[in-house]
Nanobody, 115 residues
Framework: QVQLVESGGGLVQPGGSLRLSCAAS????????LGWYRQAPGKQRELVAR???????NYADSVKGRFTISRDNPKNTVYLQMNSLKPEDTAVYYC?????????WGQGTQVTVSS
């Protein structure tokens, strides 16, 4: 099994920054993809950013140029650096790991952007 534990959410003013972290543990394959998704109230969960074991990255158009995803393979940890935050970035952010056709999810961390 795989466990994912997120941290780093909180309340930030518009224009501010936050860094989310997600540590994966358990049966982790060397080939996988780690990602961040978010879900705002009344909306569907959406992809924010994703990074493969080969460090190929992709981002939602709404966060390009503001968010950066990175990973530390020896630590099985993925990060999401969020800059220039906007009120519309407010959501619960979920970490995900995909490997061998399976998807695993963290418990989520709340990010609120408000003055």
């Amino acid at each position: 099994q795989v466990q994912l534990v997120e941290s780093g959410g909180g309340l930030v003013q518009p224009g501010g920054s936050l860094r989310l972290s997600c540590a994966a543990s358990g049966s982790i394959d060397s080939i996988n993809a780690l990602g961040w998704y978010r879900q705002a109230p009344g909306k569907q969960r959406e992809l924010v950013a994703r990074i493969t074991s080969y460090r190929r990255e992709n981002y939602a158009d709404s966060v390009k140029g503001r968010f950066t995803i990175s990973r530390d393979n020896p630590k099985n940890t993925v990060y999401l650096q969020m800059n220039s935050l906007k009120p519309e970035d407010t959501a619960v952010y979920y970490c995900s790991l995909s490997q061998r056709g399976d998807n695993y999810w963290g418990q989520g961390t709340q990010v609120t952007v408000s003055s």
